[in-house]
């Protein structure tokens, strides 16, 4: 079966810090993956989404950015975080060998990230 | 870009059907309706999708209207762990990126 881990859970940073969020799917090989971020009470906005290593599409410009060194991992990363830069994090992924549907989107449990 | 609408809140008796409505009037013909639930603090869960048949699993039933313009889930036994936001969303474009919009609360109550 596939699955889906993010860490940390939880992250608290000081403004100006730096960030780095991982994301790894087991499970499963060549899979799509995204980055969304749910701020607080709002609905889920799509960030980033991967076809494959090295290759990242951006939806919305921000003060963060994605990578996929390997086919299963995913990073979402920033130089200096911001106050709005704060919520929570969401990492999925879909599609892969595995004879699942290629267009559901499975999600992993999310990193909350506060940022003071 | 949700291009759904949905209410913002919803009430049903533990134990009755609860019947979630979605508008998108503006689907194309080879989009898919998605439904995801998210219970506070934890990740979306996938519930269902479909094209424009009925469909039914373990945990939901999908009814799409004719014209697809829109659908509504049914959980046909509400418990109090179904209390959750529930999200309607369209696929847009040959990519699979889902847009979601704000959902509809699902209050369960005992």
């Known amino acids: 079966s596939q699955t889906i881990h993010q860490w940390p859970a939880t992250l608290v940073q000081p403004v100006g810090s730096p960030l780095s969020l991982e994301c790894t799917v087991e499970?499963?090989?060549?899979?799509?993956l995204y980055w969304y971020r749910q701020a607080a009470g709002r609905g889920l906005q799509l960030l980033f989404y991967s076809v494959g290593i090295g290759q990242i599409s951006s939806e919305v410009p921000q003060n963060l950015s994605a990578s996929r060194p390997q086919d299963r991992q995913f990073i979402l990363s920033s130089k200096k975080l911001l106050l709005s830069d704060s919520g929570f994090y969401l990492c999925?992924?879909?599609?892969?060998?595995?004879?699942?549907?290629?267009?559901?989107?499975?999600f992993g449990p999310g990193t909350r990230l506060t940022v003071l | 870009d949700a291009k759904t609408t949905q209410p913002t809140s919803m009430d049903c008796a533990e134990g009755r059907a609860a019947n979630l409505p979605c508008n998108h009037s503006?689907?194309?013909?080879?989009?898919?309706v998605y439904w995801y639930r998210q219970i506070h603090s934890q990740g979306p869960q996938y519930i269902i999708h479909?094209?424009?048949n009925n469909e039914t699993n373990e945990m939901a039933s999908l009814i799409i209207t004719e014209d697809r313009k829109s659908s509504t889930l049914i959980l046909p036994h509400a418990t109090l762990r179904d209390t959750a936001v529930y999200y309607c969303i369209v696929r847009v474009g040959n990519f699979n990126k889902f847009y979601f919009g704000s959902g509809t609360k699902l209050n369960v109550k005992p």
């Open positions: 999925a992924w879909s599609g892969g060998k595995t004879g699942l549907s290629t267009d559901t989107q499975y």
């Open positions: 503006t689907i194309s013909g080879n989009e898919y």
């Open positions: 479909g094209l424009k």
């Open positions: 499970g499963t090989s060549n899979p799509n």
